[in-house]
């Protein structure tokens, strides 16, 4: 496990606490689950970006098009 020094103003550091205590964790636990959410948002726009460039245009404007007609 490594350690992660963050220098933020006192304000700020005082909300983090207040709402790490509204959902009964740690302010160590509040950050380490705010983390996992931007690594999964990184890795699933990584993969969609991916998807993307290997992808057929033409398929993917057909699905789109069959979503727009459902919503």
């Known amino acids: 496990m490594a350690t992660l ?6 304000d700020k550091h ?4 207040e709402l790490a205590e509204s ?5 160590n636990k509040l950050i380490e689950e705010l983390s ?3 690594l999964v948002e990184f890795d699933t726009q990584t993969r969609f970006k991916l998807m993307a ?11 789109l098009d069959k979503l727009d ?3």
């Open 23 to 27: 959902q009964g964790v740690s302010v």
């Open 5 to 10: 020094t963050v220098r933020i103003p006192d």
């Open 36 to 38: 996992t959410v931007a």
């Open 69 to 71: 007609s459902i919503a």
């Open 53 to 63: 460039g290997q992808g057929d245009v033409v398929e993917g404007l057909r699905v």
């Open 14 to 17: 005082l909300r983090l606490k």
